[in-house]
Structures are given as structure tokens and as C-alpha cells.
């Protein structure tokens, strides 16, 4: 960098940087001058430091929830006479916050059904020819054996061909704005039903899963974060109530299924999803003892409809 060298008779000149320190002549004068030294701001000038942002959590990368998300009570209803399951939700006031959809896919599932029949039969078929030249002690086994090979290829085929009913949340009818799904992981449940709740960017939000052996004694859901921790369980509120139910049926709604939903560390009571008395399914999920906010309202509500839709009520 140039340095401004100023002399006494007040005549001033500019040379390189590499005569710092250096004594010449005055071009006015023809008086010796020195040319100062270099400033450290302008020997070695700083250069800017990079901007070090921090990575970003998994706070921020969810996207935001939908401000209609943001409340306690969401009132939900069945609409009938469908054959896909859809539910209108409203709020407090009655005004209209979501429409929800989980397709049945009613003709391609009759069409899976059919072909793992047909599988099955062709299957059926082809073993009873040899079944003629069995020999007489053999056939009975052999008929047997037959029999659950042609049922398993009917259920392999149809499960191979039918399609998952995930549940979508849209702002309205139109269908145009979707905030949340609920995809179905797995056509087969034997044991275990798992599901996967996604944001309306399509992130994962968490998990629902349900064993299915709970059911013997209390209908239990749990979900967990995207990380895997354990967030809330959904269980049928009386123990009393649910042995009652399994022994004499609903009685007409007087032992309506009713949930709770649980801190997984202590317990307590975060919200309830309860069945109203009428004639159509009316659902009413107050999540008022969870004040804070710890369970993510969106969580809560798709969890509101699988226990609807999920135990096939």
C-alpha cells in the first residue's frame, strides 16, 4: 500500500511501502526525509472472519405449523354413506378448519382380492391333479398341505396387489392444500401396525405404532418423534370399561370407546379423544391438560383420526 510522506517545508509525496524506514531527499527542498514506517492497520490488513452458523436443528428444519394447528379443541365428525372415510373438522365456534380423507380404494382392492382368489384356485387346481395319484394314507395330508398353500398364495397375491390407505389432512374439499399425512408402512399387520406423519412439506414429523396383542385386554398407540423418542401413548381410558367391552360389545354406546393420552414418563394426562353420544360419529379431542404444549397439536389430531379410522370403530 502507497505511503504519504510529508516533509517540513510542507511539500508531500507518495512512494511504494518498500521505503518504510528508508531516508531520501525532499524533491522541493533537497532536505533529507524519512519515510515513516508502515501502520500495522496497513501492513497487514485483516481480512473478514467467516460467519460460522450453526447447523440447524431439527426445530428448524420443521416447517411451521399451519396457525389452525395452534389451539386445544378440535371437534371432529364421520361424514357417512362414503366409501372412502372422510371426517370434517371444526373448531369451538363450529367454523370449518379441515377436511381428512383416507382412501378405501375399493375397486383395485376388489381386483387384488379377485386375482389372489384365481392365484389361488390355479394353485388348488394344479396340486389336485397329482392328489389322484397319491398314494391312500398320503392323501388326507396332502389335501391338507394343499389347501394352506392355495390360502397362502391368496394372501400373498392380494397383498402384493392391493394399495395402502394413507390418510390425508387438507384445508378444505378442494384438496388442494395438504398439511398432513399419515402413510400406511405396511400393507400386512399381523402383529404390528406402524404409520409415518408427515409435515406439509413432506418431513418427517413422527411415528405412530400399534401392537396389536394390547388389544386383548386395552386398545394402547404409541408415538415418538422423528428421533425416536417416545412422545405420548393413546390407551383406552378404563381398564374396567375395556375387559367390559371385549366381554358384552358397546351396549349401544353406553360403553362408547373413549382415549387418553399419557406422558410415558409420569403418566399424566395430556388430552382426551372422546365419543360423543349421538347417532352419528361425533369426536371431540381436548388437549386442555397439556397447557405448555409439549405434544405437537398436528401429532395430536392425526392421532385423533387413527384411533377412529385405525381400529376400524
Known amino acids: 500500500m502507497p505511503i504519504t510522506v510529508t516533509c517540513r517545508c510542507g511539500a508531500t509525496a507518495t512512494v511504494p511501502d518498500s521505503y518504510a524506514g528508508r531516508t531520501g531527499q525532499c524533491n522541493a527542498c533537497k532536505q533529507p ?14 481480512q473478514p472472519q467467516p460467519v460460522h452458523k450453526p447447523a440447524p436443528t431439527a426445530a ?9 394447528f395452534d389451539r386445544n379443541i378440535f371437534l371432529l365428525r364421520q361424514k357417512h354413506l362414503a366409501i372412502n372415510e372422510k371426517y370434517a373438522v371444526w373448531d369451538e365456534q363450529g367454523a370449518a378448519l379441515l377436511f381428512v380423507e383416507r382412501p378405501a380404494h375399493l375397486f383395485r382392492n376388489l381386483l387384488a382380492l379377485f386375482g389372489g382368489l384365481v392365484a389361488g384356485g390355479v394353485v388348488f ?30 394372501i400373498l397375491v392380494y397383498v402384493r396387489l392391493e394399495l395402502k390407505r394413507h390418510v390425508s389432512f387438507y384445508r378444505d374439499e378442494t384438496r388442494r ?9 405396511k400393507k400386512l399387520e399381523l ?18 405404532s400399534k401392537n396389536y396383542l394390547y388389544d386383548i385386554l386395552r386398545k394402547r398407540w404409541e408415538c415418538r418423534d422423528r428421533s ?17 367391552r371385549r366381554l358384552f360389545g358397546p351396549l349401544f354406546g353406553l360403553l362408547r370407546i373413549n382415549f387418553i393420552l399419557c406422558d410415558p414418563i409420569n403418566d399424566a394426562v395430556l388430552g382426551v379423544f372422546n365419543r360423543s353420544f349421538t347417532i352419528l360419529d361425533r369426536y371431540v379431542l381436548d388437549m386442555g391438560d397439556d397447557p405448555r404444549k409439549r405434544i405437537d397439536r398436528r ?9 377412529d379410522t385405525g381400529e376400524r370403530r
Open 33 to 46: 526525509i524519512t519515510v515513516p514506517d508502515v501502520p500495522p492497520a496497513q501492513a497487514q490488513p485483516q
Open 60 to 68: 428448524t428444519q420443521d416447517s411451521t405449523p399451519d396457525p389452525l
Open 228 to 244: 425416536g423418542k417416545l412422545l405420548f401413548t393413546a390407551r383406552e381410558d378404563s381398564i374396567i370399561k375395556s375387559i367390559l
Open 125 to 154: 387346481s394344479l396340486l389336485g391333479f397329482s392328489y389322484q395319484v397319491m398314494p391312500q394314507p398320503l392323501q388326507v395330508g396332502y389335501l391338507l398341505l394343499g389347501s394352506l398353500f392355495a390360502f397362502l398364495t391368496v
Open 191 to 208: 402383529i404390528t401396525a406402524t404409520f409415518t406423519v408427515l409435515d406439509s412439506n413432506d418431513k418427517l414429523l413422527g411415528t405412530f
Open 299 to 307: 401429532l395430536a389430531l392425526a392421532m385423533g383420526v387413527m384411533l
Open 177 to 185: 392444500s395438504k398439511l398432513l399425512t399419515v402413510r400406511q408402512d
